[in-house]
């Protein structure tokens, strides 16, 4: 989570290249948030039933 975080700051700067960039860059920086999202839920909800340690465990 932390390297999604510096990457996003450093990468997608969006506001520093021209105007027909910004777009591209703004969108790679909202995909970084939500897969950020997603690291943080599974981080504090725990993989859950379909998780493969679960199947192997046979629960």
């Known amino acids: 989570m932390v390297?999604?975080?510096i990457a996003t700051l450093?990468?997608?700067r969006y506001w520093e290249y021209p105007a027909a960039a910004?777009?591209?860059q703004f969108?790679?920086?909202i995909k970084n948030i939500a897969i950020f999202g997603?690291?943080?839920y599974v981080f504090v909800a725990g993989?859950?039933?379909f998780s493969v340690d679960s199947?192997?465990?046979g629960r």
Request: overall charge positive.
């Open 3 to 5: 390297f999604m975080i």
């Open 10 to 12: 450093l990468a997608h």
């Open 22 to 24: 910004q777009t591209a």
């Open 27 to 29: 969108t790679n920086m």
């Open 38 to 40: 997603a690291m943080f």
């Open 47 to 49: 993989p859950g039933r």
């Open 55 to 57: 199947k192997i465990a």
